[in-house]
Every structure is written in C-alpha cells, then in structure tokens.
C-alpha cells in the first residue's frame, strides 16, 4: 500500500485546508485509515481516524468541531477538512493505513502551516 498526501500549506489563523490522502496498491486490504500530525519537538499524535465502513472512530479533543475526516472507497482517497485553524495546528500531517494484518503504512507527509 501507498499513500501519497497533498493540500497541506499556508494559511492564516482561522481560515480552512483540506488535505487529501490518495492510496495505491493494494488497497482492499486497508481497514482503518487516520491521519496524524507532528510538530517539531513533539511527538506524533493521532488527530483522527475512521474505519472502512466510514465509521469515525475518534478525534483528538484539540481538533473536534474544527476538523472532519472522510472516506470515498470508491476513490481510494481519504480526506481531513480542516477549518477555524489555529496556530497550534501547525505540523507536519501524515496519512496512516492499517491492514487487515494490522501493518500500518505512512504517507511522507505534507506540511500546513497556520500563521497568526
């Protein structure tokens, strides 16, 4: 499985991205998807996850009624709309995929920025 992310950039304090996690390969056996973040000299956290049937599992307390996450099988691709952002949102975003086996895959990653 491959996951490529995009639509990370700048954007000021309380204004909206959406990023979007596009997976390749074999992709039948993805189970749940989430997306992560990480800024420097912090640890990565989970922001949100949802699960093959499109059930949202969770969100991070900091992110909830800011941040939706979505799924469209029939694309293959996963999205994080991400609105009132905040400077603190700041990180890196990593889309994440686990398995049926529980194997997780990454994204490299892409970059949002919120300036204040």
């Known amino acids: 499985v491959q996951l490529v992310e995009s639509g990370g950039g700048l954007v000021q304090a309380g204004g909206s991205l959406r990023l979007s996690c596009a997976a390749s390969?074999?992709?039948?056996?993805?189970?749940?998807m989430g997306w992560y973040r990480q800024s420097p000299g912090k640890q990565r956290e989970l922001v949100a996850r949802i699960t093959s049937g499109g059930v949202i599992t969770n969100y991070a307390d900091s992110v909830k009624g800011r941040f939706t996450i979505s799924r469209d099988n029939a694309k293959n691709t996963m999205y994080l709309q991400m609105n009132s952002l905040k400077p603190e949102d700041t990180a890196v975003y990593y889309c994440n995929a686990v398995d049926g086996r529980h194997f997780g895959y990454w994204g490299q990653g892409t970059q949002v920025t919120v300036s204040s």
């Open positions: 390969g074999s992709t039948f056996t993805i189970k749940a």
